[in-house]
């Protein structure tokens, strides 16, 4: 979701367009272009403005700027992807890429390692939480302009090769020069999984990826052996990803050969999914958290739940993402994702949101949810009779525009002040954190486990003075009405980014969960009596 205002039009005098338009209708006139046939249309015109235009162009560029213009007009998933971004764009929904496997934060001008990646090649070397990478091969990678993109730069590569990395560690007398060599390092897409009670599992999908459901699988059994009975599946903020994830983590829920889903597109035939196979957890309560962030294979795996009467939908309204998208890599290495059936969810919902008025604002309309009142309040969702459908237990359920949840969780605006919004738009929790466990990290590991650290560590007024202080010289003054408003939710993130420095995933969300009131919410729901 893009916060950047949309641009207004302004509108020029009428008899100033008339000049303009009167300039261009005399310039065709002097230099007619070539006739073109419908076949080849788009090469002719771009050989003639290759040959003719006032200045030189560049060809490649105008070719991929039309095919991306063509793609636009179909919908907003079809999309053009450059040979030279392909590899990126594919790295989340394969699960891997190849470099030494570190999470950094750029502190300042200053490459900060905040984990080194488990069974990673910079793991394997030695390298640590708090090192600071200060050359690459020999290249200075300190100052002002370093950037996300050169540090990828610098540290992926293919696999086997072999990299230099100059680190400074605070209790070194001189710089380490570590060797690492490259390999495949993992992109986890189940980002946390825990006990939140005795009885009742929870585990946190952040996309549906090439190795979700085994990731998924190890996270239930382990849940299993600890005494599971019940779970929290948290699909929120989930953009979705492959088709096959998603109904593989749905047949594990559902038995007796239930319909999944099925799509269906005007040159693709019906194809309908199954639950085939015995599921690890076809009995016992199940609630799905979902928000206007969870869209794609989040959908399809909270609608055919909900559809079958198998797990209570707790949250926000899902995104409206129903539409399937089939990749296709071109000669030149770019491919094209273009947008091939639709899907529908058991009763025969698609949950595809409108997108006939352009893609801005298809981009924006969770913007307008949020000014319309719908995030906060369950009276202004919109909901269609002709969409209306019933699962076999007789709950109504409804399409045209995302999940509805069974149980409506409003955003909650108590602690939203105009210093908290700019406090973390600027990312100063997450810097204050790294400066925190950077001097503290001694003292941060006498917490036993990441549960130790959530129940007894706090954010006293001593840390919260230092991190308004530092904020104020990061240009965010200090804000006293602001301040009080807010201070229960700035205490809870330096409290969850200092445990996530520690203890990964697994010390952030339990910190933030003290907070979350979908969260809480599941919790009451799930433990109530059937």
């Known amino acids: 979701m893009s916060d950047t205002p949309s641009g207004k039009k302004i509108f020029l005098p009428l008899i100033l367009g008339f000049v303009l338009a009167s300039g261009i209708f005399i310039g065709s006139k002097i230099v007619p272009a070539p006739r073109a046939n419908s076949s080849n249309k788009i090469s002719d015109i771009l050989d003639y403005i290759q040959q003719e235009y006032v200045d030189t162009v560049n060809r490649t560029q105008l070719m991929n700027t039309s095919i991306e213009k063509m793609l636009e007009q179909l919908d907003p998933h079809s999309a053009y992807i450059p040979a030279e971004d392909l590899a990126s764009a594919n790295e989340p929904l394969e699960g891997n890429f190849e470099g030494v496997g570190i999470e950094f934060h750029l502190q300042q001008d200053t490459i900060m390692v905040v984990t080194a990646i488990s069974g990673g090649p910079s793991e394997r070397v030695g390298v640590m939480p708090g090192d600071r990478i200060i050359k690459v091969d020999g290249r200075k990678m300190t100052g002002t302009d370093i950037t996300n993109e050169k540090v990828f730069k610098a540290l992926r590569g293919k696999g086997g090769t072999l990299v230099t990395v100059s680190i400074f560690r605070k209790k070194s007398p001189k710089v380490l020069d570590f060797k690492i060599t490259r390999g495949k390092i993992p992109i986890y897409s189940v980002d946390t999984y825990y006990m939140a009670d005795p009885k009742t599992g929870y585990i946190k999908i952040s996309r549906f990826a090439a190795t979700t459901y085994d990731e998924f699988m190890v996270a239930m059994n382990k849940l299993k052996d600890q005494g599971m009975q019940k779970l929290i599946l948290d699909l929120r903020g ?29 040159s693709r035939p019906r194809s309908t999914y199954y639950a085939n196979q015995p599921g690890v957890f076809e009995s016992g309560k199940l609630i799905v958290l979902v928000d206007e962030g ?9 609608g055919a739940l909900q559809d079958w009467d198998r797990a209570t939908i707790v949250g926000r309204r899902s995104f409206g993402k129903g539409l399937v998208q089939e990749q296709t890599v071109l000669p030149d290495g770019s491919a094209i ?3 091939i059936a639709r899907y529908y969810t058991p009763t025969g919902r698609s949950i595809q949101k409108p997108y006939s008025h352009g893609i801005e604002a298809y981009d924006e309309e969770v913007i307008d949810r949020y000014k319309h009142g719908e995030l906060v309040n369950k009276d202004s969702i919109h909901l269609v009779d002709s969409l209306k459908f019933h699962t076999p237990e007789g709950k109504t359920v409804y399409g045209g525009g995302g999940i509805m949840p069974d149980v409506f969780v409003p955003l909650d605006t108590t602690f939203e002040s105009e210093y908290m919004n700019r406090l973390f ?8 954190a790294y400066n925190y466990v950077d001097t503290h990290r001694d003292y941060l590991k006498n917490f036993k486990n990441a549960e130790t650290f959530r129940t007894t560590f706090q954010i006293d007024d001593a840390i919260l003075n ?6 104020s010289k990061e240009g965010v003054v ?36 003290d907070m979350d009131n979908t969260y809480k919410k599941a919790i009451e729901l799930i433990n109530q009596p059937s």
Do not use: C
């Not at 969870?294 to 959908?299: F, I, V, Y």
């Not at 738009?425 to 204050?432: E, K, P, R």
């Open 238 to 266: 989930n953009p979705g990803g492959f088709l096959d994830a998603a109904t593989k983590i749905a047949d594990e829920f559902l038995g007796g050969k239930k319909m999944i889903v099925y799509t269906q597109g005007k």
């Open 294 to 302: 969870s869209a794609s294979a989040s959908e399809i795996v909270s």
């Open 337 to 339: 994702r273009l947008t």
């Open 425 to 432: 738009a600027m990312g100063l929790v997450n810097q204050f």
């Open 466 to 471: 230092d991190f308004t202080q530092f904020s």
């Open 478 to 513: 200090k804000d006293e009405k602001g301040l009080k408003k807010s201070a229960p939710m700035i205490r809870n993130q330096l409290k969850a980014y200092i445990a996530r420095l520690i203890w990964q995933n697994g010390g952030l969300y339990p910190v933030l969960h």
